[in-house]
């Protein structure tokens, strides 16, 4: 896809997240971007996190005045720098 094919448009924007991922301890990692649809995170070892791994994601969104926020998402794609997640949006019942 490429970047005039987005259904958001991303944010050059570094934050701290804390990336919950299976049974493992939270660890703190940096954003690359982010977008109303996912986000980009910085990683050292990008290819331990499968692809299609649900992780959870708590941060200060800057994209809603720095509200605390935590989000599901899948894991999408992989670089040698990182992983780029989409949020799963649940529909309340």
Known sequence: MTENQRRFPRNEIQIAVELSYLEEDV?????RDISQGGLFM???NPEHYAMGEMVI??????LQNNEQTSK??????????????????????
């Open 27 to 31: 660890r703190t990692v940096t954003t």
């Open 42 to 44: 910085q990683l050292d």
């Open 57 to 62: 994601l708590n941060y200060n969104d800057p």
């Open 72 to 93: 599901d998402a899948v894991i999408v794609r992989h670089t040698d720098s990182g992983i780029a997640v989409a949020f799963i949006e649940m529909e309340e019942f």
